[in-house]
């Protein structure tokens, strides 16, 4: 199969969920002998089309500012998928999966699919709702209602959580949705050496209202004059970085956070995950988690806050970690009990990471897209079968 992932931000040049998604499952399809290509912005010099682990990377216009004033930015879309439309109707592809957030690229995708005859998938991540109220104010009514049409374009939809499977029917998609969630690589994961520095609690994401940063930051220190020894990481970049790092400073606590930007090997995340205790994350809204998943991976109990919109909690039982409001003092709760049980707890953390795995995530996703095109409809090049 010659396969199209279409996403606006590439890994790694862009470290995310959705990124970290496409970019996982896009070199176990190539490994598998499928021509896989992604179309993105292009984050790197040279030609637009590159060639990396064995995936081709088509960058379709210059990279452009993802957020302004702590909101994606409408514009960045939009520029994006006026460019999408020549390469996906130029060449031959089999299988176009377009990631349905930020919308915009959807459409230009639908209608290659139509003039090429070819299917679309639309990979789900998280469905707003009634959150684009929140987000836009009176606004949120173009958000919404773009999100209901998106939802309308394809019948091959699939949807990383439970979580966005159930927003998905209360959006009215009928037809079957496919579950395939993302994973983690747990062998690879084992082999990685832990860091040399300590921490006692590590944070890893984007860092954007919705992820609450500043709340687990007021948490850690209502938890600091107790135990005056503990240490943070907070990871990630984002618009939120300079407020969280003007919290730490008024808190006096710059001496027990370490506040870095995305690291540029992933191994080197990991490495740190392994020298710390407790993974906390109080978002409202996740997709799935895959930083939360990998923290388990490496034998850490998660903290994350217990919302409808966060499915990191389908991640959470009583042995792998505590689920709290959206308040720093429950946090810091639920942090202290973590920080006690964290070593007792890792045994059964690991295990339920063993649950999760991208090769069984690709074998879905590949069967799958070979359902969908017709028997000898496969594109020439196709090494894959």
Known sequence: MKIAFVYDVVYPFVKGGVEKRIHELAIRLAAHGHDV????????????????????????????????????????????????????VREEFDIIDCQQFPYFPTFPAKIASVMKKKPLVITWHEVWGDYWYEYLGWMGIFGKTTERLVAGLTPNVIAVSTTTAKKLHHLGVSDQIRIIPNGVNTSHLRSVPPSTEFFDIIFVGRLIKEKHVDVLVRAFATILPESPNLKMLVLGDGPEREMIRTIIRDLAIEDRVILEPFLDSHDEVIARMKVSRVFVIPSTREGFGIAALEALACGLPVVTVDHPDN?????????????????????????????????????????????YDWERSVDWVESWYQSLIPSGMASPQDKGG
């Open 311 to 355: 499915a990191i909690a389908e991640l959470i039982t009583e042995e792998t970690g505590f689920l709290s409001s959206l308040s720093a003092e429950d946090i810091a709760d639920k942090i202290r009990i973590a920080l006690c049980r964290s070593l007792a707890m890792k045994p059964a953390c690991i295990a339920s990471a063993g649950a």
């Open 37 to 88: 290509n992604i179309i993105g912005m292009k984050y790197w010099e040279g030609p637009d089309s590159i060639q990396r682990d064995g995936v081709t990377l088509h960058g379709i216009c210059p990279p452009q500012p993802l957020y302004a004033a702590g909101r994606r930015t409408i514009w960045e879309a939009i520029n994006f998928s006026t460019r999408l439309i020549t390469v996906l």
